[in-house]
């Protein structure tokens, strides 16, 4: 048994449903111990090498950190140590300041220069520990204790920007391409990361971080790009690690558009297949898969076909291990339209979906699952309008796989409502601030 904590991204509840996937898929066995909105710590029963946790970090689009959890403590602790208001325990501060897992992140360090850093997350909701100073006093407490051990300098780095998401609250974790540029996951230099959940504190020492400046160089470099219409590289992976694939299997994009999903499914050593119906974009898709190809210099395995999704059993000869998709959602809507246009535009899809669904099976491996997004929109009355999916898989063979399995959440974790991971949910909302059309996430297969 093992414990690993993640760093997750902004859709929290999509990034555990992910993670859960990507593990099982792996034929791990995964109870998720604890979690808030910015950290999960699951429990696997088998231990990863260096290279299978780095290949996790990078096939993973909702985590942007992975540590092995080293030491945990009750939160209470801490909120006495640092509390947000009021007066603080110096006893409780002593013992925090401690640091006693300082021990397992470094061994042997006479005479060694040490770069180090550590990035504090916190709950998010109803925060009662000062994360700032608590970062801050914990950095200059380690630093010292490795000094007492002889290192012949420690250096720490420290993050204070305002965090992107929330501009009023302090930002006290290191972004990936800082941890890059310092070298810090190389020892005798490391990352410590804090987690704060609604009653633990858990400490990790980080393995492996998301390569973030790869990823925009990927997506601003290729040859065809199109703002209107592609999918996030980070929602791709999702979507990927939802269908239940693995490096070798084939993989079919049905709505292509620009080709992201397939390039990051190529990247992750998968055979790819493309359907769109717009003739530029199939175009465009092809040479964003050649462009890669080159770039990785590689002969990668892709077919790009100009085609309709409904008609895919006419189009694809063989059968797919998986479909991963992100379909047509609609008009790009500037401003939110009238309830009545959202009304026909979400009939509409329902019907291009459900034609889709129809024949899909029939191309698909007898396990084979279906990850797409589903649209949610917002019209300007404020009302949000979603598919029907009982309309959606009306006369298709198929059944909605539920995310997040009961079975690997912990029974006795009882969370604050806004923290809630409600088991065996039909989809899953990935929430764009300010955006008129939303995303959802479904998984479907034969059951
Ligand atoms: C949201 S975009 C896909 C974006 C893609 N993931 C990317 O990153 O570029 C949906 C695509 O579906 C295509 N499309 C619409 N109806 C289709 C159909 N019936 N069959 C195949 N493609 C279709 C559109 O032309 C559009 O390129």
């Known amino acids: ?65 992975t540590a092995e959890v080293i030491a945990s403590y009750d939160c209470r602790l801490f909120a006495r140590a640092y509390p947000v208001r009021g007066s603080f325990s110096k006893r409780e501060r002593t013992e925090v300041l401690a640091a006693p897992w300082a021990d397992h992140v470094w061994k042997n360090i006479a005479g ?23 970062t801050r006093n914990l950095s200059e407490a380690v630093k010292q204790k490795l000094l007492d051990a002889g290192a012949k300098r420690a250096s720490y780095y420290l993050y204070e920007e305002p965090d992107r998401r929330n501009p009023n609250r302090p930002n006290t974790a290191l972004w990936p391409q800082t941890i890059a540029k310092h070298n810090l996951l190389h020892p005798p230099n490391a990352e410590v990361l804090v987690g704060i959940t609604d009653s633990r504190i858990y400490i990790g020492r980080t393995l492996s971080v998301y390569d973030s400046v790869l990823q925009q160089y990927r997506d601003e470099a290729r040859p065809y790009v199109s703002a209107e219409i592609s999918t996030s590289p980070k929602m791709c992976r999702t979507l990927l690690n939802l269908a239940g694939v693995r490096p070798g299997c084939t993989v079919l994009d049905p709505f292509c558009g620009t080709g992201t999903l397939l390039m990051e499914a190529a990247l992750l050593g998968m055979r790819c297949i493309g359907v769109e119906i717009d003739g530029d974009a199939a175009r465009g898709a092809r040479s964003n898969l050649k ?84 649209p949610v929109i917002n019209s300007e009355d404020g009302q949000s309008h979603r598919i029907d999916i009982t309309k959606l898989l009306r006369d298709t063979e198929l059944m909605v796989y539920p995310l997040l399995p009961k079975d690997v959440l912990r029974p006795v974790l009882k969370k604050p409502k806004a923290l809630a991971l409600k088991p065996e949910r039909q989809t899953l909302p990935e929430r764009k601030r300010g955006q008129v059309v939303q995303r959802e996430v479904i998984v479907l297969g034969r059951g």
Not at 18 to 44: I, Q, T, W
Not at 126 to 134: A, E, H, K, Q, T
Not at 301 to 323: C, M, N, S, T
């Open 1 to 65: 048994m093992k414990e690993y904590m993640f760093a997750l991204g902004k859709n929290w509840i999509l990034s555990i449903a992910e993670l859960v996937a990507y593990l099982e898929n792996r034929a791990m066995r995964v109870r998720v111990m604890d979690h808030s909105k910015h950290v999960v710590v699951v429990r696997v029963d088998q231990e990863m090498d260096d290279e299978a946790v780095a290949e996790m970090q990078s096939s993973l689009g909702g985590c942007f950190k």
């Open 112 to 134: 060694k220069r040490v770069n180090f850093g550590i990035s504090t997350y916190p709950v998010g909701e109803n925060d009662s520990i000062d994360i700032v100073r608590l």
């Open 291 to 374: 462009w890669l190809g080159a770039e990785m210099e590689e002969v990668l395995d892709f077919e790009i076909i100009k085609g309709d999704a409904r008609q895919l059993p006419e189009i694809i000869h063989d059968r797919v291990d998986a479909i991963a998709t992100e379909p047509h959602l609609g008009p790009v809507y500037v401003e939110p339209p009238t309830r009545e246009q959202v009304q026909q535009t979400i009939r509409e899809l329902t019907e291009l979906y459900n034609e889709f669904l129809k024949v899909a099976p029939l191309v698909l491996g007898d396990s084979g699952r279906i990850a797409m997004t589903l």
